[in-house]
């Protein structure tokens, strides 16, 4: 089992920036997939950004050069640090291991962009 807790999330003004952790419960990112997905009010979830065991990223064409995707292995915590905000950014923000059939979600954090 792995557990995973999100912290960042807030309000925040159009073109502002926040920066949300993941952390796991345990070093999982030399084995797990690890990705933050987001869910607007209304919406369906959607992948928002991915970081490999091999520190590989990818980016939605929605935040790309907006986002960045880090981890620090020592705190077994990953980030997502979103630039530039908009409106449209607002959702709740989950991070997600992943390992083959295994999958593990954190309970999500809120950001709220909005003058």
């Known amino acids: 089992q792995v557990q995973l807790v999100e912290s960042g999330g807030g309000l925040v003004q159009p073109g502002g920036s926040l920066r949300l952790s993941c952390a796991a419960s345990r070093n999982i990112f030399s084995i797990y997939t690890m990705g933050w997905y987001r869910q607007a009010p209304g919406k369906q979830r959607e992948w928002v950004a991915t970081l490999t065991v091999s520190g590989t990223t990818n980016f939605a064409t929605s935040v790309k050069g907006r986002f960045t995707i880090s981890r620090d292995n020592a705190k077994n915590t990953m980030y997502l640090q979103m630039n530039n905000l908009t409106p449209e950014d607002t959702a709740v923000y989950y991070c997600?291991?992943?390992?083959?059939?295994?999958?593990?979600w954190g309970q999500g954090t809120q950001v709220t962009v909005s003058s």
């Open positions: 997600k291991a992943n390992w083959g059939a295994d999958a593990f």
